[in-house]
C-alpha cells in the first residue's frame, strides 16, 4: 500500500487581527487530496494562502475548521513524517554544509556512523562533494537550495512540502534545480506538494495542479498534467500539448490574479 | 570629490598619523609643564608619569593592586554574565516571567549603581565581596537584555525547520537559540567588560585598602596629580589589553558570519 497520502476536509483556517478588531479567513473550505507518490503544486495569486495552506499540513499553523489527515491520521502538531523546503533558504548559519545535512538524523538520534555514510551520499547526490565544511554564507544561492534539499531528503520523509523553493534563484539554476528535483523524485517516489506562483513551473514538475482562488483561498478547480515522464523542465516546454495546457490553465487563473491584484491595491489585504 | 570612497586606506599612512598626533600631544604637555605655562601640579609631566609607573612596575607595588582590580572584575564579570544568560534565557523561554518582572527589571537597571556603592559596602564590607556585588549589578544588566532579545529575535524559519526537522526543546536550545542569541551576548560582553571594570574601581575608591581604585583615591587625598594619572594610565592599559583579547575571542566564535567589509 503507498504511504505518504494527504487527504484535506472543508479546511479553514482563520486568525484574527486585532488591530482591525476583525478575523481574516486565509483559507476557507479547501478540500482536496494527493495520493501516496503523487507530485502536486498548488498555485494561485499571492496572497491566496497557498502558503498557509502549505503550514496547516505540516502542522505549523492549526487548522481552524475542517482536517487534514496523513495516511488517515489527523495532523496535530509538527509531523515526523514529513519534510519541509523553505521558500527562504532555513540552513543553520553557524553550521558546516555536511553538519545541517546531518541536522535532522542528529534530531532524531541515528547513530553517528549511520549517519555519516547517508551525509556523504546525499552530498554526493546534489554535488556538493568537497564543500562540505563549508558555512553556508560561503555558498550560491543555488547551492545552499541543494543543501537545503539534501537536509530534508536525508531523513527520506514520505511527504515533502515546498513553499515556493526557487523562487528567488534565476532561471537558469532554476531550470537545473527543477531538473535535479524530478531526478530525485522519480527515483524515491515521495509526494510532494510543491507551492509556486509560476505556472510554468508548476506544469513542468507536476501529475496534478490546484488552482486557488484570491483570497479568501479556495481550491478553484484542479488539472490532471498528463505530459510524458521522465521530463526535462526545459524540453517539456515544446510539447505540443504544454501550451494548450498553460493556456486552459492561465484562462482558469488570470481572474483571480487581476482580483488578487486590485484587491492588495485597495488595502483589502494586510 | 567623491573619489576618496574608491582609493583603499593606507594603513601605514593611519598609524603614522596616530603615532605623530600622540607624540606631539605629549610633546606639548612636556613644553608646556617645564616652561609653566602650566602648572605641573594639576596636570603632572608624562616624562615624571612614566617614572612613576615604571617605579610602580619596579617595585611590584602597582601589580598587587592590579591583581586585586582585576580579581574582582573578572569574578563579578564571570557571575554577571552567567546570570545574565540564565535569566535573559528563562524570560525569554517562558513570557509570563517576563511580563510579571518587566517592570521591577526597568526599574532595577534605572537605578544608578554607582550611588548604590555606598550601600553595597555597608551590606557587604571593605573587601572583595561588595565590589563583585557592585560589578555583577553593572554586567548583569547588560547580559540580560542582549540575552533576552537574543532568544527573542531568533529567525522564526529557523526554529520552524528545525522543528519539522525532528528538534526537541533541548536540541532546539543547543542547536538554535544559544547559537543565535551568542551573536547578541557576545556583541554585548565588550560593553559589559568595560562596565565591570568601572564596577571595580569605582567600588574600591568608595571604600577599600587594596586595588587600583584605591590607589588613585589615596593620590588624590594627597593631592599627587601623578598618581591619580598614573593608575589612569594603567587601567586604561588594562581596558585595552582585555578588548582586544575579546576581539580575539569573538572572531573564534563568529567563524560563520560573513566578513563585514
Partial sequence: MPTGAIVLEQVTHRFSLPRENREFTAVERVSFDVRGGEFVSIVGPSGCGKSTLLALVAGLVPVSEGRISLDGRPVAGVDPRLGFVFQRDALFPWKTVAQNVGLPLLFRGVAAEVARPRVADWIARIGLRGFERYHPHQLSGGMRKRVALAMTMVYEPEIVLMDEPFGALDVQTRNLMENDLLEIWSQFRRTVVFVTHDLEEAIALSDRIVVMTASPGRVKSIYTISLPRPRSVTEIRFHPDFGRLYETIWKDLKDEVRLGYERSQTGLLD | ?261
Fill in chain 2, 1 to 261: 570629490m567623491a573619489t576618496s570612497a574608491a582609493r583603499p586606506v593606507s594603513w601605514t599612512e593611519i598609524r603614522l598619523w596616530r603615532a605623530g598626533l600622540l607624540a606631539a600631544f605629549l610633546l606639548l604637555w612636556e613644553v608646556a609643564t617645564r616652561r609653566a605655562w602650566v602648572d605641573p601640579f594639576f596636570v603632572s609631566q608624562p616624562t615624571v608619569l612614566a617614572t612613576q609607573i615604571a617605579d610602580w612596575i619596579r617595585t611590584g607595588f602597582i601589580f598587587r593592586h592590579l591583581l586585586v582590580t582585576m580579581q574582582e572584575t573578572i569574578i563579578g564579570f564571570l557571575l554577571g554574565t552567567v546570570l545574565g544568560v540564565a535569566v535573559g534565557f528563562c524570560f525569554a523561554h517562558w513570557e509570563k516571567l517576563a511580563h510579571i518582572f518587566d517592570p521591577l527589571m526597568v526599574a532595577l537597571n534605572a537605578m544608578p549603581r554607582v550611588v548604590l556603592a555606598p550601600l553595597f559596602i555597608l551590606w557587604f564590607g571593605l573587601g572583595l565581596l561588595s565590589k563583585v556585588v557592585m560589578v555583577i549589578s553593572l554586567v548583569f544588566f547588560v547580559v540580560f537584555f542582549s540575552t533576552y532579545t537574543g532568544i527573542r529575535e531568533v529567525d522564526r524559519d529557523l526554529v520552524n525547520n528545525a522543528r519539522l526537522l525532528g528538534a526537541g526543546p533541548r536540541h532546539l536550545i543547543r542547536h538554535v537559540l544559544l547559537p543565535s542569541a551568542l551573536t547578541w551576548i557576545f556583541a554585548s560582553l565588550r560593553t559589559s567588560v568595560g562596565f565591570a571594570l568601572i564596577g571595580a574601581v569605582v567600588g574600591e575608591y568608595l571604600g577599600s585598602h587594596e586595588g587600583m581604585g584605591y590607589v588613585i583615591s589615596y593620590a588624590e587625598s594627597m593631592f599627587n596629580a601623578t598618581g591619580v594619572l598614573a593608575g589612569l594610565l594603567v587601567l586604561m592599559a588594562a581596558v585595552i589589553a582585555i578588548d582586544l583579547g575579546l576581539k580575539r575571542l569573538d572572531a573564534r566564535f563568529s567563524y560563520w558570519k560573513p566578513v563585514a567589509k
